[in-house]
């Protein structure tokens, strides 16, 4: 599986638009994007995840450049409940060896 | 309600004593995986299934074993603990082209 290239870290002000880069240039055709975030030490809980196009849930936005070699995660609107470690993964369909890198701190200052 | 269910949460424990920490999920998923997660650093993955005897290794399998004789269950061994494994442990299960569900996570201790 692909690996992924995150900055250790970013701010963002409540009510703000937070984006979160992502880099992932060694992706495969058949590998999709996963959105992962981590609040304190508490499992994982999935944000999105897409392959191609972009995709948007009730949580956040994701775009994906045309070589798929990198992607954002938006936040449209982040709360203090956002602030958690986002991670970026890239993974077959049938997810099998999973690698999640150290992710993205992200802080939302009121 | 869907989960992934970890035991214990938390284990205090001494060297060379073997231990198991049980992983079980109620959505009927074929791919189970084990993660560590050290302070600090992300999650790293120890070993995964794709279905019933299929595992393998991931990146960390090292002082682990792992098995799956019934498609729920994924239980992680520790067969001579040793303080290194002192760690933040993930069990995940998930189906086919679907995102993981993790547990809640099992704080391993060992001294």
């Known amino acids: 599986d692909a690996k992924t290239t995150q900055p250790p870290s970013m701010d963002c002000a409540e009510g703000r638009a937070a984006n979160l880069p992502c880099n992932h240039s060694?992706?495969?055709?058949?590998?999709?994007v996963y959105w992962y975030r981590q609040i304190h030490s508490q499992g994982p809980q999935y944000i999105i995840h897409?392959?191609?196009n972009n995709e948007t849930n009730e949580m956040a936005s994701l775009i994906i450049t045309e070589d798929r070699k990198s992607s954002t995660l938006i936040l449209p609107h982040a709360t203090l409940r956002d602030t958690a470690v986002y991670y970026c993964i890239v993974l077959r369909d049938y997810a099998g060896k999973s690698t999640f890198g150290d992710g993205t701190t992200l802080t939302v200052k009121p | 309600e869907a989960q992934v269910t970890q035991n214990p949460r938390y284990l205090i424990t001494v060297t060379g004593k073997k231990l198991t920490v049980t992983c079980s999920q109620n959505m009927n998923h074929e791919y189970m995986s084990w993660y560590r997660q050290d302070p600090g650093l992300g999650l790293r993955q120890i070993y995964y299934s794709m279905n019933v005897e299929v595992t393998d290794k991931g990146d960390v399998p090292e002082g682990y074993k792992v098995s799956r004789k019934e498609k729920r269950n994924f239980p992680l061994i520790l067969e001579s603990p040793s303080p290194n494994q002192t760690s933040l442990y993930f069990c995940?299960?998930?189906?086919?082209?679907?995102?993981?569900?993790f547990g809640d996570g099992t704080r391993l201790s060992i001294l």
């Open positions: 897409g392959l191609k």
């Open positions: 060694t992706i495969s055709g058949n590998e999709y």
């Open positions: 995940a299960s998930s189906s086919r082209g679907e995102p993981q569900h």
